[in-house]
Structure formats: structure tokens, C-alpha cells
């Protein structure tokens, strides 16, 4: 994940992860906020000869990339096709606030088959609440502009909605929205989980012995001597969020509307590995690099203890196979808790992502998942209607209460018949 303007933004969201790394960063002090001409070559040059598969996938993030100008992305697809290997194709992935977008830029994105990742919190109030620009007002309005664009100029483009303290209580009013008005391809959603101390604090470098156990007051965001920003969504209500939207895709708009976070339990369920990496037993496969070429384990880990290399010294294929890179990778499964090991929803959560691993189990165990008891709860939700959904379209369910080896062995204990019903 190449971040060529860093963290600077056009706009000024209240609860963005990567705002603050502007003052974290070495960057700041006298380099460019931009990833000059000679470095974005080197790491195009680079990236692409660490990979030896047919499909080469770019993803530019921020910060805001578009800031950059679309002159520059040009020089970016210049450049990519200097050095693309025969028979090899290029893919490029783009997040972005939408703010920039206009005629020129959609007709580019299109032209040249980006897959353009839109965040957009929901309706106009929800969204506005916290994704304003500098002057404080909302940017709604200029997203659903760019909405229209992307549509009229048919760029493929998935929508990413934060799930924080106010939309995490509107799950409905959400998903409506970004289905019937946005017309979402693919809807991710992502829980913002942000302890007071993100902006300086690694994740994992606080003392195990401080953490608090789960259901702990001081771990709800909003509450008065909460350890969290009020921001964020608590446990319970990220299980509500996702649980609510479920229902209604289960019953109106299964294989219709995508959504992430559901295709990826219908694919888990089955048997096959979880596609996401929050939800999946492995780390370290998205390492993200600063303008400045310094290279990080992961974009939720740009701070100084995570640093790799740097691709002006260093080799991307290097860096990505290095011993401390596999190990951060293969920590997400080591360092599960005794918890989530007998956990029967380990298949499908792998303890999520260990940025968010900061309480105590309620047996005083360290290192469990803040959002544990809102994914147990989703998980236990959904089980049952995973399972009827694979049965009923002839797939085999692999895992779960439900699963083909639990109804066999419940048939051969109660007589043949047992048939849970969805
Ligand atoms: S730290 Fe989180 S975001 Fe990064 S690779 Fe691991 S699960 Fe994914
Ligand atoms: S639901 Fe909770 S206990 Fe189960 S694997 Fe996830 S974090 Fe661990």
C-alpha cells in the first residue's frame, strides 16, 4: 500500500487514524509531503519485480492521493507501463474522500480500470458529523457528486463506511442509504477502535499489566473516565451494527448487494480461508510505505517501532520476507488468548486485528479483542442462517454450530431427522 502524499488531507475527519502520523513521521521534519518522481519510479520498478504473479495490484491510499493531481496518476500508469512485465497484468486500487473528483479524474479512473474505494459514512447527517473539512462544514454533498461521476463514467468502485458511536446506532438507516441512494457495488464497513493514546502509542507497546478486562466500564467510549475516544463504537454496539444489517440482507437482498464483511463469513463457513486480514490467521501481507520510501509491517502500524526498510536500501521482496516481517505476520495466530482458542467462532475471527487487541479476557488473560463480544455476538447471530444459506445452494458447511459434521453427529446420537430450520 503506497501512500504517496502521505498523511496530508483535504479534509479534516474527527476520527481519522492517520492524520496525527504528520507529527509522527520523519517526513515532517524538512522532507516533502510528496513522493518525489525518482522514488515513485524506484518503487514501481521495484514492487513489480518482487512479484512473479500474473496480476500486479497497486493500491494508493492517504492521506488524500488525489491531492497529488491527476497529472501525477498518469505518470504513475506512464511508469507502470515502462516496466510491466509481458503477459502480466496491472491493477490499481484508489481510496479516496471523493472531494476532488471530477469529469477528468472519473473519466481517467475508468479509462484505466482503477477500483476506486469511497468512504461515505451513510446519510448526510450521519456523515457529516464527523467527515468535514477545514473550515468545519460537511462534505456529504460533494460525495454524493462524486457518486453520480463514478456511476455516470461506470469506474468500478466499492464504498467504506466508518462504523463509530453515531452510525454504529443507525445500522438501517445506513445500509438503506448507501443500497437504495448510493447504489453501493460493495459496501466495507470498518469499526473505529481508538484508544486516547493512538496518536502516539503504537499498538502493543503499552504495559499487558495496565489493560482492563472486558466489561469494563472505562472501555465505553463516551463514558467519562472511558480510556477510549468518544468516537468510537463500543463492543456491543459494532454486534448490533452488523447483526442488523444481516437480517435485512438475509431476507431482501442476498446476492444482490455485496457486502464485505458477509461474503466473507459465507466463504469462511464453507471452508475456505477468510479473505480479509483482520478476520483471517495471518498478518504482514499489506506492508504500507511512507512518501519517503520508509516501509512499514502494516498501514494500522506506521509508527517508528514497526519500520521495515526503506526502498531507497532496501528490497520490497526483502522487506516483505524478512524474518521480522513474518513474525509480526504470524503473531495474529501465536498470540491468540486461551479465550479465543476455545472459542467456537476462532475459524471466522482469529482474535480480528491485533491493533485491537488492548483488554484483558474477564479472567484477567491480556490480549484479547476489544470488538470480542460484538463479533461473538454477530457470529452466534449468523451461524444458523450461514449454514441454511450453503445448504440450501448445495455447499458443504464446514464450520459452526451447524455445520455437516455437527448435524451428523447429532443424528447418529437422536435418530435420523435432525434438521435445524432457518
Ligand atoms: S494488523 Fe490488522 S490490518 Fe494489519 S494485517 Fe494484521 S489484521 Fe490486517
Ligand atoms: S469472538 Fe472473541 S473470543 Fe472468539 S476468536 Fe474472536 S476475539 Fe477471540
Known amino acids: 500500500m503506497a501512500k504517496p502524499i502521505g498523511a496530508v488531507c483535504n479534509i479534516d475527519c474527527n476520527y481519522c487514524y492517520y492524520l496525527s502520523k504528520q507529527d509522527l513521521l520523519e517526513y515532517k521534519k524538512g522532507c516533502s509531503p510528496e513522493m518525489d518522481e525518482v522514488m515513485l519510479e524506484q518503487y514501481i520498478k521495484n514492487y513489480m519485480e518482487g512479484q512473479n504473479t500474473p496480476e500486479i495490484i497497486f493500491s494508493w491510499q492517504g492521506g488524500e492521493p488525489t491531492m497529488l493531481g491527476l497529472d501525477y496518476f498518469k505518470k504513475i500508469v506512464e511508469l507502470q507501463t515502462k516496466y510491466q512485465p509481458s503477459g502480466v497484468k496491472i491493477s490499481n486500487d484508489l481510496q479516496t474522500n471523493g472531494t476532488l473528483l471530477d469529469e477528468k479524474w472519473s473519466a481517467f479512473l475508468a479509462e484505466h480500470n482503477f477500483l476506486v474505494g ?104 463516551g463514558n467519562s473516565n472511558s480510556i477510549m475516544e468518544p468516537w468510537c463504537v463500543s463492543d456491543e454496539a459494532w454486534g448490533n451494527f452488523l447483526i442488523a444489517i444481516f437480517d435485512e440482507w438475509v431476507q431482501k437482498d442476498i446476492g444482490k448487494v455485496f457486502v464485505q464483511y458477509f461474503e466473507a463469513s459465507v466463504e469462511t463457513w464453507m471452508g475456505r480461508k477468510n479473505p480479509l486480514c483482520t478476520l483471517g490467521s495471518l ?39 524478512s524474518k521480522r516481517q513474518q513474525e509480526f505476520g504470524f503473531a495474529k495466530s501465536r498470540t491468540l488468548t486461551s479465550q479465543c482458542q476455545q472459542c467456537d467462532y476462532q475459524f471466522a475471527c482469529y482474535g480480528e486485528c491485533p491493533k485491537n487487541r488492548f483488554i484483558k479476557t474477564r479472567s484477567g488473560e491480556p490480549g484479547l479483542n476489544y470488538l470480542c463480544a460484538g463479533w461473538k455476538k454477530f457470529f452466534s447471530h449468523a451461524d444458523r442462517a450461514l449454514a441454511y444459506i450453503l445448504r440450501a445452494t448445495g455447499n458443504p458447511v464446514a464450520h459452526g454450530k451447524y455445520s455437516d459434521q455437527m448435524i451428523r453427529t447429532a443424528n447418529s446420537a437422536q435418530g435420523a431427522g435432525f434438521n435445524p430450520k432457518f
Not at 145 to 151: G, Q, R, S, T, Y
Open 118 to 221: 469511497l468512504s461515505i459514512d451513510g446519510p448526510q447527517m450521519l456523515h457529516d458529523a464527523y467527515r468535514t473539512n477545514r473550515a468545519g462544514r460537511g462534505t456529504h454533498k460533494q460525495v454524493m457528486k462524486a457518486v453520480e461521476l463514478l456511476h455516470k463514467h461506470n469506474v468500478s468502485f466499492a464504498t467504506l463506511t466508518c462504523v463509530n458511536n453515531l452510525t454504529s446506532k443507525n445500522p438501517l438507516e445506513v445500509y438503506r442509504f448507501l443500497r437504495d441512494e448510493v447504489r453501493s457495488p460493495q459496501m466495507q464497513f470498518i469499526p473505529i477502535v481508538e484508544q486516547k493514546t493512538f496518536r502516539t502509542d503504537a499498538p502493543q507497546t503499552g504495559s499487558s499489566s495496565q489493560q482492563l478486562r472486558q466489561g469494563d466500564k472505562r472501555l465505553i467510549p
Open 283 to 321: 498478518c504482514g501481507k499489506g506492508l504500507a510505505m511512507e512518501p519517503n520510501g520508509d516501509v512499514f509491517s502494516c498501514d494500522h502500524y506506521v509508527y517508528p517501532e514497526y519500520k521495515i526498510g526503506n526502498i531507497d536500501t532496501d528490497s520490497l521482496e526483502e522487506m516483505a520476507y
